[in-house]
């Protein structure tokens, strides 16, 4: 489980607006940001679904071709405007897109799976 001191490193991220972690099937677990917690809660349940999704996507894609290495997938990033949200396991980061550095933002998540 994220502690709130990992969710203040990850807001240590340039361009970071929120850090959280959520259930597998959605539920808000805990959240620090500029973000209240009705959106934090919206949030979780969005990163569980389009990791559920890309679990879906990543086996359908092992079956059709053949080959291993899709599934499980392990982190992902959804980008759109002004934001991207950047998930590995089930803790997020919420950043700027104008300013994100997603190797930076992904080697910090990979601390807490």
């Not at 569980?48 to 999704?53: D, F, I, L, P, T």
Request: glycine share 12%.
């Amino acid at each position: 489980m994220a502690t709130l001191s990992k969710l203040k490193e990850l807001m240590s991220i340039p361009g970071a607006v929120a850090a959280g972690e959520f259930s597998d099937d959605g539920r808000l677990l805990a959240y620090y940001g500029d973000i209240d917690e009705k959106s934090a809660e919206i949030a979780a349940m969005m990163c569980a679904a389009n990791k559920m999704m890309g679990n879906m996507q990543a086996k359908g894609w092992s079956a059709y071709t053949g080959k291993d290495g899709f599934y499980p997938v392990i982190g992902f990033a959804v980008a759109g405007g002004k934001y991207a949200a950047c998930i590995m396991g089930n803790v997020g980061v919420f950043v700027e897109l104008d300013k994100a550095d997603f190797d930076k933002i992904f080697e910090t998540l990979s601390k807490f799976i």
